[in-house]
């Protein structure tokens, strides 16, 4: 089973979202997947997703309410197969951390939706519909990244 952990800069915005949607999603489509989220800071740890975006994502039938916020630790390049940021920023601090021994995939979520380079925005600070974009680019890479996982699975079969 592959472990897939998404990482923004809280966890209270965007990674929390894409956790919930692609969990979500992997399970409708009987992929096997492990899912986690983290930020790159630990201002939030502990604290449950921002309520625009748990608001946001119920709408289109993703619940958010479990998740807690925590911060990205080494460890975690021990535990995930696949460690996809929303941004580049985001990803800078991922590669800051990498062991050189890593084997896993480190990169932008949104390159599974074959945009090389985009990013998922930061909502933190804007409105409403800042929120419903986001889970309009969370779905769209979600799909990318459960047909590679499907086409991985079937390969090895
Ligand atoms: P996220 O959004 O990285 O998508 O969770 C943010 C949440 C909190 C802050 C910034 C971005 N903050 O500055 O506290």
């Not at 929390?16 to 979500?24: D, I, Y």
């Not at 989220?37 to 039938?61: F, K, L, N, V, Y």
């Not at 975690?76 to 800051?96: G, K, P, S, T």
Request: aromatic content about 8%.
């Amino acid at each position: 089973m592959k472990r897939v952990l998404f990482v923004c800069l809280g966890n209270i915005c965007r990674s929390p979202t894409a956790h919930g949607v692609f969990e979500q999603l992997a399970t409708e489509r009987g992929v096997s997947v492990r899912v986690d989220s983290c930020g790159t800071g630990g201002w939030h740890a502990g604290e449950p997703p921002d309520a625009r975006a748990t608001a946001a994502a119920a709408t289109r039938g993703y619940d958010l309410s479990p998740l807690r916020a925590r911060q990205l630790a080494s460890q975690d390049f021990d535990h995930f197969d696949y460690i996809l940021a929303m941004d580049e920023q985001n990803l800078r601090d991922v590669e800051a951390l990498r062991p050189a021994d890593y084997a896993g995939h480190v990169g932008l979520f949104l390159d599974y939706t074959g945009q090389s380079g985009a990013e998922v925005p930061d909502p933190y600070y804007g409105g409403a519909a800042g929120f419903d974009r986001v889970l309009d680019l969370i779905e769209a890479a979600s799909e990318g990244l459960l047909a590679e996982l499907r086409d991985a699975a079937d390969s090895s079969r």
